[in-house]
């Protein structure tokens, strides 16, 4: 069942108007924003903005799974988590979130509704498949925190005038005038300000693969995910040479898969990385310097050398990637640089076509290693991955925009992918399996899991612009019908 509900926008100054009529779906939780704008000097109220955002589905899952964890609970352990002590497999069963290791659910975490957030995204709204933040950040304030200081985006709770009761939460959020100036768009319920939660485990996926005989996995080196297909480093057991095991990523059930042998190379391991271009060639990375074999296992010279290595000045290690015709290299000297990218023709990797400069207060590469890199064909982007986040850039100009996911907690060795059926960024973890003492490098435990939950979000009627002249109010009402 569908109702309909209306956001409104009105500028006192200009006498704009704009009136837009959403679909909402009919349920027992209704969300509300308002958002004024007022003139610092006299006080006056300049600009009124009132429109429902919609609650994620995660949130409507997270309600089922607390039913689940009330049915499973045998205890309370401490203040902070319910114990189940029961055996894992049994648990396996269910998708339960905020899991730990010894079987306790933290009940504070990483929690999609502990932050409202305004950004410039503009994109429509998407309740069956958004879960994602996106856009740059104008500004931001805790749930429940009051906040006095001189952060540019940050606001504060309005404890005078925000209240709760059985059915209605009423929460007021002012912003001073040196704070939130910016125009946005969206307004987000979500885990953090600037970054995505990787967290809990709805919607993954966990399965445990096995190398082909003869074969074992290498420790800590990223996987690849390209064209419905998984990738990883592995080497033969007798030789120690490289071998690069393939398997099909859309796996079913949680089952132990054998992969194949995609290629086996005329060198043995200690690279940290690989990459494999669209004509089957594969990259080895050690440090700075680059390796090319073909298919068939035998070197191959680096395009636009005669040699079947090459070594490059700036920082090549793992932020490697190819796409299409394109090839993107780190060049950073200094790791108190910005990040420097060179990108090349696949046919020439001497000979820089540009090089693109990212401010690290962007991608905060200060210091830090890139820990790999994905290109994401099917947004036309690139997921750098940085000391365990990865940021989406726009792989043309190589840039954050309105339209780019706010950074994500990943693992450092995680391969990052995309269903364009759920419009989900998915991350691929993988680690050893540690059993009766020690590691086994013949299998691998893979989770599959989209990135992001955001809480709620709200598209405005049209985009809102606060000055240094303006203080900002947000009123968020939450309305329980069902309690």
Same mark, same amino acid.
């Given at each position: 069942?569908?109702?309909? *509900? ?49 609650? *994620? ?37 269910? $998708? ?5 290791? $010894? ?38 304030? $805790? /749930? ?28 007021? =959020?002012?912003?001073?005038?040196? @704070? @939130? ?11 953090? =300000? ?16 096995? @190398?082909? %005989? ?28 490289? @071998? ?9 059930? /949680? &089952? ?22 669209? %004509? ?8 700075? !310097? ?84 994905? =290109? ?8 750098? !991955?940085?000391?365990?986040?990865? =940021? ?15 950074? !994500?907690?990943? *693992?450092?060795?995680?391969?990052? &992918?995309? $269903? ?8 691929? /973890? ?27 979000? %709200? ?11 303006? !203080? ?12």
């Amino acid at each position: 069942m569908i109702r309909q *509900s209306k956001a409104t926008k009105r500028n006192f100054l200009t006498g704009e108007a704009i009136e837009i009529i959403k679909e909402k779906p009919i349920k027992g939780v209704r969300g509300v924003h308002t958002i004024e704008l007022f003139d610092a000097l006299t006080g006056k109220l300049v600009e009124r903005v009132e429109s429902e955002n919609f609650i *994620s589905k995660v949130m409507e899952e997270l309600q089922r799974q607390a039913a689940l964890f009330a049915f499973l609970t045998d205890s309370m352990s401490g203040e902070s988590s319910i114990q189940y002590n029961g055996p894992r497999y049994d648990l396996a069963r269910y $998708d339960v979130v905020f899991q730990n290791f $010894d079987m306790s659910w933290v009940t504070r975490g990483d929690f999609p509704m502990s932050r409202i957030v305004l950004t410039d995204y503009d994109g429509p709204e998407d309740p069956e498949n958004e879960i994602i933040m996106r856009g740059r950040i104008i500004g931001y304030a $805790d /749930r429940y925190n009051t906040y006095v200081g001189s952060d540019t985006k940050r606001g504060t709770l309005n404890t005078a005038e925000s209240f709760i009761e059985p059915q209605h939460i009423h929460l007021v =959020y002012d912003w001073p005038t040196h @704070a @939130a100036n910016g125009t946005f768009q969206s307004v987000y319920w979500n885990y953090d =300000y600037d970054k995505n939660a990787s967290f809990a485990v709805i919607g993954k996926k966990s399965l445990q693969i096995s @190398a082909p %005989n003869g074969y074992l996995f290498v420790g800590y080196v990223q996987a690849k995910a390209k064209n419905g297909k998984l990738y990883f480093m592995g080497k033969e057991a007798q030789t120690n040479k490289v @071998a690069i095991l393939v398997y099909e990523l859309n796996i079913q059930a /949680r &089952t132990i898969t054998n992969g194949q042998v995609y290629a086996l190379l005329n060198t043995t391991s200690g690279y940290e990385n690989f990459e494999i271009a669209p %004509n089957g060639d594969i990259y080895l990375i050690s440090e700075s !310097t680059l390796y090319c074999f073909g298919q068939n296992g035998s070197p191959k010279n680096i395009p636009g050398t005669s040699q079947t290595s090459r070594s490059y000045s700036g920082f090549l290690l793992d932020l490697f990637a190819i796409a299409g015709q394109d090839v993107y290299i780190e060049s950073r000297t200094k790791y108190s640089n910005d990040l420097q990218i060179n990108r090349y023709n696949i046919n020439d990797l001497v000979n820089p076509l540009d090089v693109k400069v990212i401010p690290w207060a962007s991608v905060d590469v200060y210091q830090k290693y890139c820990g790999g890199v994905d =290109y994401i064909p099917d947004v036309d982007m690139l997921a750098i !991955t940085v000391d365990g986040y990865t =940021y989406f850039v726009d792989r043309t100009m190589l840039d954050l925009s309105k339209n780019t996911p706010v950074k !994500t907690s990943v *693992s450092n060795y995680s391969a990052i &992918t995309y $269903d364009p059926t759920k419009k989900q960024f998915i991350e691929i /973890r993988h680690a050893t399996p540690y059993e009766n003492g020690q590691y086994d490098y013949t299998k691998r435990d893979v989770t599959i899991r989209p990135l992001g939950f955001i809480g709620a979000r %709200n598209l405005l009627p049209s985009p809102v612009t606060k000055t240094s002249t303006n !203080t900002m109010k947000l009123t968020y009402d939450l309305y329980i019908d069902s309690f």
